[in-house]
Protein backbone atom coordinates (compact mmCIF):
# COMPACT_ATOMS: atom_id res chain seq x y z
CA UNK A 1 0.00 0.00 0.00
CA UNK A 2 1.50 3.54 -1.21
CA UNK A 3 1.54 6.57 1.44
CA UNK A 4 -1.19 8.95 0.11
CA UNK A 5 -1.54 12.27 1.67
CA UNK A 6 -4.61 12.60 3.70
CA UNK A 7 -4.46 9.07 3.97
CA UNK A 8 -3.81 7.26 7.46
CA UNK A 9 -4.73 4.12 5.88
CA UNK A 10 -0.83 2.65 7.22
CA UNK A 11 -1.82 3.77 10.76
CA UNK A 12 -3.63 1.24 11.03
CA UNK A 13 -3.46 0.66 15.02
CA UNK A 14 -3.42 4.40 15.18
CA UNK A 15 -5.93 4.93 18.32
CA UNK A 16 -6.39 8.78 18.33
CA UNK A 17 -9.69 10.16 15.25
CA UNK A 18 -7.84 13.20 14.80
CA UNK A 19 -4.03 12.94 15.98
CA UNK A 20 -2.37 16.22 16.05
CA UNK A 21 1.25 15.91 18.13
CA UNK A 22 3.48 15.04 15.29
CA UNK A 23 5.80 18.53 17.07
CA UNK A 24 5.65 16.27 19.83
CA UNK A 25 6.37 12.59 18.94
CA UNK A 26 4.91 10.47 15.78
CA UNK A 27 2.82 7.44 15.93
CA UNK A 28 4.57 4.57 13.79
CA UNK A 29 3.20 3.68 10.41
CA UNK A 30 3.06 0.40 9.56
CA UNK A 31 5.76 0.39 7.75
CA UNK A 32 7.93 2.27 9.93
CA UNK A 33 6.89 -0.86 12.79
CA UNK A 34 7.60 -3.46 10.10
CA UNK A 35 10.83 -2.53 9.17
CA UNK A 36 11.57 -2.23 13.13
CA UNK A 37 10.41 -5.90 13.38
CA UNK A 38 12.49 -7.31 10.32
CA UNK A 39 15.70 -6.02 12.42
CA UNK A 40 15.01 -7.13 15.58
CA UNK A 41 13.61 -10.50 13.98
CA UNK A 42 17.08 -10.56 12.27
CA UNK A 43 18.75 -9.59 15.58
CA UNK A 44 16.69 -12.59 17.18
CA UNK A 45 17.74 -14.64 14.73
CA UNK A 46 21.84 -14.28 14.03
CA UNK A 47 22.56 -11.61 16.70
CA UNK A 48 26.40 -9.98 15.34
CA UNK A 49 25.53 -11.80 11.90
CA UNK A 50 22.53 -9.65 11.61
CA UNK A 51 24.97 -6.78 11.58
CA UNK A 52 26.60 -6.59 8.05
CA UNK A 53 23.49 -5.85 6.71
CA UNK A 54 21.92 -2.80 8.63
CA UNK A 55 25.04 -0.91 8.69
CA UNK A 56 24.87 -1.24 5.16
CA UNK A 57 21.63 0.33 5.37
CA UNK A 58 23.11 3.06 7.22
CA UNK A 59 25.56 3.52 4.92
CA UNK A 60 22.51 4.38 2.40
CA UNK A 61 19.91 6.10 5.12
CA UNK A 62 23.03 9.21 5.10
CA UNK A 63 22.59 9.67 1.23
CA UNK A 64 18.85 9.37 1.74
CA UNK A 65 19.19 12.21 4.91
CA UNK A 66 21.88 14.23 3.18
CA UNK A 67 19.02 14.08 -0.19
CA UNK A 68 16.42 15.72 2.07
CA UNK A 69 18.70 18.83 3.32
CA UNK A 70 20.59 19.49 -0.32
CA UNK A 71 23.85 17.64 1.46
CA UNK A 72 26.28 14.67 0.63
CA UNK A 73 26.35 11.79 2.70
CA UNK A 74 29.77 12.18 4.14
CA UNK A 75 28.73 15.68 5.66
CA UNK A 76 26.08 13.33 7.70
CA UNK A 77 26.69 11.66 10.81
CA UNK A 78 24.48 9.44 13.12
CA UNK A 79 23.41 10.42 17.27
CA UNK A 80 20.94 9.46 19.44
CA UNK A 81 19.11 12.49 19.39
CA UNK A 82 18.99 16.45 18.81
CA UNK A 83 20.62 17.14 22.22
CA UNK A 84 24.05 14.39 21.69
CA UNK A 85 24.33 16.24 18.63
CA UNK A 86 24.16 20.03 19.85
CA UNK A 87 26.63 19.28 22.48
CA UNK A 88 29.41 17.50 20.44
CA UNK A 89 29.16 20.66 18.06
CA UNK A 90 29.28 22.81 21.37
CA UNK A 91 32.36 20.97 22.45
CA UNK A 92 34.07 20.91 19.22
CA UNK A 93 33.73 24.66 17.67
CA UNK A 94 37.79 26.07 18.22
CA UNK A 95 36.10 28.34 20.44
CA UNK A 96 38.42 31.21 21.65
CA UNK A 97 37.58 32.98 24.65
CA UNK A 98 34.97 35.95 25.12
CA UNK A 99 33.74 34.68 21.48
CA UNK A 100 29.85 35.30 21.41
CA UNK A 101 27.02 32.93 20.66
CA UNK A 102 23.83 34.53 19.72
CA UNK A 103 20.78 32.82 20.56
CA UNK A 104 16.78 33.77 20.90
CA UNK A 105 13.94 34.02 23.26
CA UNK A 106 12.29 31.11 23.90
CA UNK A 107 14.26 28.34 22.10
CA UNK A 108 13.53 25.01 23.08
CA UNK A 109 16.56 23.93 25.94
CA UNK A 110 18.25 21.36 23.64
CA UNK A 111 19.62 24.64 21.77
CA UNK A 112 20.22 26.64 25.09
CA UNK A 113 22.18 24.38 27.47
CA UNK A 114 24.50 22.69 25.48
CA UNK A 115 26.06 26.50 24.38
CA UNK A 116 25.75 27.80 28.24
CA UNK A 117 27.98 24.56 28.87
CA UNK A 118 30.67 25.33 26.54
CA UNK A 119 30.11 29.29 27.42
CA UNK A 120 31.20 28.09 31.21
CA UNK A 121 34.31 25.55 29.87
CA UNK A 122 35.42 28.02 27.37
CA UNK A 123 34.64 31.64 28.45
CA UNK A 124 31.83 32.66 25.63
CA UNK A 125 29.80 34.97 26.16
CA UNK A 126 25.78 34.16 25.35
CA UNK A 127 23.55 37.13 24.45
CA UNK A 128 20.06 36.20 23.88
CA UNK A 129 17.82 38.32 21.37
CA UNK A 130 13.73 38.94 21.35
CA UNK A 131 12.03 37.45 19.00
CA UNK A 132 10.02 40.32 18.39
CA UNK A 133 11.37 41.77 15.36
CA UNK A 134 10.58 38.44 13.26
CA UNK A 135 6.98 38.50 13.77
CA UNK A 136 7.13 42.43 12.56
CA UNK A 137 8.51 40.96 9.27
CA UNK A 138 11.58 39.29 7.92
CA UNK A 139 13.63 42.25 7.54
CA UNK A 140 13.16 43.82 10.91
CA UNK A 141 14.26 40.38 12.49
CA UNK A 142 17.13 40.15 10.36
CA UNK A 143 17.99 43.95 11.13
CA UNK A 144 17.84 43.02 14.74
CA UNK A 145 20.52 39.71 14.20
CA UNK A 146 22.68 42.41 12.04
CA UNK A 147 23.01 44.69 14.50
CA UNK A 148 24.32 41.99 17.05
CA UNK A 149 26.65 40.60 14.34
CA UNK A 150 28.27 43.79 13.58
CA UNK A 151 29.26 44.12 17.53
CA UNK A 152 31.14 40.47 16.69
CA UNK A 153 30.24 36.87 16.93
CA UNK A 154 30.82 33.08 16.15
CA UNK A 155 27.61 31.62 15.95
CA UNK A 156 24.48 32.34 15.42
CA UNK A 157 22.45 29.29 16.80
CA UNK A 158 18.36 28.90 16.40
CA UNK A 159 16.00 26.45 15.58
CA UNK A 160 14.54 26.00 11.86
CA UNK A 161 11.10 25.99 13.27
CA UNK A 162 10.56 27.30 16.93
CA UNK A 163 8.89 24.73 19.31
CA UNK A 164 7.00 27.32 20.86
CA UNK A 165 5.27 29.91 18.41
CA UNK A 166 5.49 27.69 15.20
CA UNK A 167 7.75 30.64 13.59
CA UNK A 168 9.54 29.46 10.57
CA UNK A 169 13.02 31.13 10.71
CA UNK A 170 14.83 32.28 7.92
CA UNK A 171 18.20 30.12 8.50
CA UNK A 172 19.20 31.01 4.44
CA UNK A 173 18.84 34.71 5.36
CA UNK A 174 20.53 34.32 8.58
CA UNK A 175 23.29 32.21 7.50
CA UNK A 176 23.94 34.81 4.50
CA UNK A 177 23.78 37.78 7.22
CA UNK A 178 25.91 35.24 9.73
CA UNK A 179 28.77 34.54 7.09
CA UNK A 180 29.45 38.38 6.24
CA UNK A 181 30.11 39.11 9.60
CA UNK A 182 32.24 35.99 9.55
CA UNK A 183 29.72 34.13 12.17
CA UNK A 184 28.64 30.62 11.15
CA UNK A 185 25.05 29.23 11.86
CA UNK A 186 23.93 26.39 13.59
CA UNK A 187 20.85 25.34 13.03
CA UNK A 188 18.15 22.89 15.41
CA UNK A 189 15.83 21.38 12.87
CA UNK A 190 13.46 18.53 14.79
CA UNK A 191 10.69 21.19 13.99
CA UNK A 192 10.81 21.40 10.67
CA UNK A 193 12.65 18.19 8.89
CA UNK A 194 10.01 16.16 7.05
CA UNK A 195 7.50 18.66 6.93
CA UNK A 196 8.67 22.17 6.14
CA UNK A 197 11.38 21.80 2.97
CA UNK A 198 15.02 22.73 4.48
CA UNK A 199 18.56 23.68 2.24
CA UNK A 200 21.85 23.63 4.41
CA UNK A 201 23.24 25.57 1.34
CA UNK A 202 24.03 28.53 4.03
CA UNK A 203 24.01 26.54 7.19
CA UNK A 204 27.23 25.14 8.85
CA UNK A 205 25.84 22.82 11.21
CA UNK A 206 22.39 21.51 11.58
CA UNK A 207 21.31 18.49 13.76
CA UNK A 208 17.94 16.37 14.49
CA UNK A 209 16.03 13.71 16.22
CA UNK A 210 13.91 11.64 14.34
CA UNK A 211 10.66 11.02 16.35
CA UNK A 212 9.02 14.36 15.23
CA UNK A 213 8.11 15.48 11.47
CA UNK A 214 10.62 12.86 10.74
CA UNK A 215 8.18 10.12 11.93
CA UNK A 216 10.37 7.60 13.11
CA UNK A 217 11.53 6.27 17.01
CA UNK A 218 13.13 7.89 19.17
CA UNK A 219 16.78 7.14 19.88
CA UNK A 220 18.11 8.29 16.57
CA UNK A 221 19.22 11.84 15.24
CA UNK A 222 21.79 12.88 12.79
CA UNK A 223 24.50 15.92 12.64
CA UNK A 224 24.96 17.70 9.06
CA UNK A 225 28.66 19.51 9.44
CA UNK A 226 29.35 21.29 5.83
CA UNK A 227 32.46 20.27 4.72
CA UNK A 228 34.90 23.08 4.91
CA UNK A 229 33.93 23.57 8.52
CA UNK A 230 34.81 19.88 9.56
CA UNK A 231 38.75 20.44 9.20
CA UNK A 232 38.51 22.84 12.21
CA UNK A 233 36.59 21.26 14.48
CA UNK A 234 38.19 19.64 17.04
CA UNK A 235 36.48 16.47 18.37
CA UNK A 236 36.87 16.97 22.42
CA UNK A 237 33.69 14.45 22.94
CA UNK A 238 35.17 11.60 20.94
CA UNK A 239 34.40 8.01 21.03
CA UNK A 240 36.31 4.99 19.84
CA UNK A 241 34.01 4.68 16.61
CA UNK A 242 35.27 8.56 15.73
CA UNK A 243 38.71 6.94 14.50
CA UNK A 244 39.95 6.29 10.81
CA UNK A 245 39.24 2.45 10.17
CA UNK A 246 38.05 2.04 13.77
CA UNK A 247 36.78 -1.23 13.01
CA UNK A 248 39.86 -3.19 11.58
CA UNK A 249 41.01 -4.27 14.80
CA UNK A 250 37.88 -6.47 14.58
CA UNK A 251 37.78 -7.62 11.37
CA UNK A 252 41.17 -7.58 9.90
CA UNK A 253 43.18 -9.96 11.96
CA UNK A 254 45.89 -9.18 14.33
CA UNK A 255 48.03 -6.20 14.69
CA UNK A 256 45.08 -3.04 14.09
CA UNK A 257 44.65 -2.41 17.81
CA UNK A 258 45.59 1.10 18.20
CA UNK A 259 43.98 4.02 20.06
CA UNK A 260 46.46 6.73 18.47
CA UNK A 261 44.72 7.14 14.29
CA UNK A 262 43.40 10.29 13.21
CA UNK A 263 39.83 11.46 13.88
CA UNK A 264 37.67 10.77 10.45
CA UNK A 265 37.27 14.28 8.82
CA UNK A 266 33.40 13.67 8.04
CA UNK A 267 30.89 14.25 9.67
CA UNK A 268 30.53 10.81 11.23
CA UNK A 269 33.04 11.47 13.41
CA UNK A 270 30.18 12.40 15.65
CA UNK A 271 29.44 8.49 16.47
CA UNK A 272 31.03 7.64 19.67
CA UNK A 273 30.03 3.83 19.93
CA UNK A 274 26.68 1.89 19.15
CA UNK A 275 24.12 3.30 17.67
CA UNK A 276 20.12 2.43 18.24
CA UNK A 277 20.06 -0.03 15.64
CA UNK A 278 16.21 -0.21 15.77
CA UNK A 279 15.37 3.36 15.81
CA UNK A 280 17.82 4.03 12.65
CA UNK A 281 15.92 1.24 10.60
CA UNK A 282 12.79 2.92 11.53
CA UNK A 283 13.96 6.19 10.31
CA UNK A 284 14.61 4.98 7.44
CA UNK A 285 11.46 3.55 6.62
CA UNK A 286 9.66 6.40 7.45
CA UNK A 287 12.43 9.03 4.95
CA UNK A 288 11.83 6.47 2.21
CA UNK A 289 7.86 7.20 2.75
CA UNK A 290 8.47 11.00 2.98
CA UNK A 291 10.87 11.17 0.28
CA UNK A 292 8.16 9.43 -1.56
CA UNK A 293 5.23 12.21 -0.84
CA UNK A 294 7.85 14.89 -1.44
CA UNK A 295 8.43 17.37 1.38
CA UNK A 296 7.05 20.19 -0.72
CA UNK A 297 3.88 18.40 -1.27
CA UNK A 298 3.60 17.71 2.55
CA UNK A 299 4.24 21.33 3.25
CA UNK A 300 1.30 22.14 1.04
CA UNK A 301 -1.05 20.11 2.05
CA UNK A 302 -0.30 20.98 5.94
CA UNK A 303 -0.76 24.61 5.34
CA UNK A 304 -4.26 23.63 4.27
CA UNK A 305 -5.15 21.90 6.91
CA UNK A 306 -4.20 25.31 9.03
CA UNK A 307 -6.22 27.68 6.80
CA UNK A 308 -9.57 25.22 7.50
CA UNK A 309 -8.89 24.83 11.00
CA UNK A 310 -7.23 28.53 11.94
CA UNK A 311 -10.67 30.55 11.37
CA UNK A 312 -12.61 28.44 13.22
CA UNK A 313 -10.10 28.26 16.43
CA UNK A 314 -10.23 32.38 16.03
CA UNK A 315 -13.96 32.66 16.51
CA UNK A 316 -13.80 30.12 19.05
CA UNK A 317 -11.57 32.68 21.22
CA UNK A 318 -8.28 31.35 19.98
CA UNK A 319 -5.35 33.80 19.44
CA UNK A 320 -3.32 32.35 16.69
CA UNK A 321 0.09 32.62 16.66
CA UNK A 322 0.78 32.09 12.67
CA UNK A 323 3.14 34.69 11.34
CA UNK A 324 2.90 35.53 7.59
CA UNK A 325 3.08 32.72 4.34
CA UNK A 326 6.73 32.71 4.46
CA UNK A 327 7.11 31.54 8.27
CA UNK A 328 4.48 29.28 8.49
CA UNK A 329 5.52 25.68 9.88
CA UNK A 330 3.86 22.30 10.51
CA UNK A 331 2.92 23.59 14.17
CA UNK A 332 -0.28 26.25 14.40
CA UNK A 333 -0.23 27.08 18.27
CA UNK A 334 -2.64 29.43 19.75
CA UNK A 335 -3.24 31.30 22.98
CA UNK A 336 -6.25 29.84 25.13
CA UNK A 337 -8.83 32.17 26.10
CA UNK A 338 -8.29 33.59 29.18
CA UNK A 339 -9.95 31.40 32.31
CA UNK A 340 -9.68 27.77 30.54
CA UNK A 341 -7.10 25.92 31.68
CA UNK A 342 -4.33 24.63 28.91
CA UNK A 343 -4.12 21.04 30.67
CA UNK A 344 -7.66 20.73 30.71
CA UNK A 345 -8.43 21.82 27.35
CA UNK A 346 -5.90 19.33 26.31
CA UNK A 347 -7.06 16.33 28.32
CA UNK A 348 -10.46 17.05 27.34
CA UNK A 349 -9.15 17.04 24.02
CA UNK A 350 -7.48 13.91 23.97
CA UNK A 351 -10.68 12.19 25.43
CA UNK A 352 -12.71 13.63 22.43
CA UNK A 353 -10.00 11.60 20.58
CA UNK A 354 -8.17 14.54 19.22
CA UNK A 355 -4.73 14.60 20.28
CA UNK A 356 -2.64 17.84 20.71
CA UNK A 357 0.26 18.93 22.60
CA UNK A 358 0.60 22.06 25.15
CA UNK A 359 4.33 23.63 24.45
CA UNK A 360 5.39 26.53 27.24
CA UNK A 361 1.79 27.45 27.58
CA UNK A 362 0.19 27.45 24.05
CA UNK A 363 -1.94 25.20 22.23
CA UNK A 364 -0.07 23.06 19.72
CA UNK A 365 -2.10 21.35 16.43
CA UNK A 366 0.63 19.95 14.06
CA UNK A 367 -1.11 17.46 12.11
CA UNK A 368 1.50 15.35 9.25
CA UNK A 369 0.46 14.12 5.99
CA UNK A 370 -1.99 11.26 7.16
CA UNK A 371 -4.18 13.78 8.60
CA UNK A 372 -6.77 14.89 6.09
CA UNK A 373 -8.78 18.30 5.91
CA UNK A 374 -11.70 16.73 6.40
CA UNK A 375 -11.05 15.82 10.15
CA UNK A 376 -11.39 20.16 10.87
CA UNK A 377 -14.96 20.15 11.69
CA UNK A 378 -14.92 17.27 14.39
CA UNK A 379 -11.57 19.18 15.31
CA UNK A 380 -13.50 22.18 16.16
CA UNK A 381 -16.48 20.25 17.30
CA UNK A 382 -14.78 18.63 19.50
CA UNK A 383 -12.49 22.29 20.87
CA UNK A 384 -16.08 23.87 21.31
CA UNK A 385 -17.25 20.73 23.58
CA UNK A 386 -14.47 20.89 25.40
CA UNK A 387 -14.47 24.98 26.14
CA UNK A 388 -18.31 24.94 26.75
CA UNK A 389 -17.52 21.64 29.51
CA UNK A 390 -14.09 23.42 30.90
CA UNK A 391 -16.31 26.59 31.27
C1 LIG B 1 13.41 22.62 18.89
C2 LIG B 1 13.61 21.34 19.63
N1 LIG B 1 14.86 20.87 19.82
C3 LIG B 1 15.09 19.71 20.47
C4 LIG B 1 14.06 18.95 20.99
C5 LIG B 1 14.32 17.67 21.68
O1 LIG B 1 15.65 17.30 21.73
P1 LIG B 1 16.00 15.77 21.86
O2 LIG B 1 15.73 15.15 20.51
O3 LIG B 1 17.43 15.69 22.20
O4 LIG B 1 15.14 15.22 22.95
C6 LIG B 1 12.73 19.43 20.83
C7 LIG B 1 11.54 18.73 21.37
O5 LIG B 1 11.50 17.77 22.09
C8 LIG B 1 12.52 20.64 20.14
O6 LIG B 1 11.27 21.11 19.95
Not at 33 to 54: F, I
Not at 164 to 191: C, K, W
Request: with cysteine; charged share 20%; aromatic share 8%.
Amino acid sequence: MNARLGDRSLFSTLRAKSYLAHAAISPLSDPVKARVDALTSQYAEGGVEALPHWLSERTRLRGQLAGLIGAQADDVGFVQSTTPGVVWLAFAIDWKPGDRVILFEGEFPANVTPWQRAAETFGLEIVTLPIAPFFESVEAGLASVEHELSRGARLVAVSEVRFQDGYRMPTAALGELAHRHGAELFVDAIQALGVVPVDVTHVDYLVSGAHKWLMGLEGAGFVYVDPSRIGALVPRLAGWLGHVDALRFLFDGAGHLRTDRPFREKADVVEQGALSGASLAALQASVELLQGLGVDAIYDHVQAFHDALEPGLVELGFRSLRAFPEARSGSLCLEVPEGIPLAGLAKSLGERGVVVSTPDGFLRFAPHWPNASAEVPFVLEAVHDAVREIR
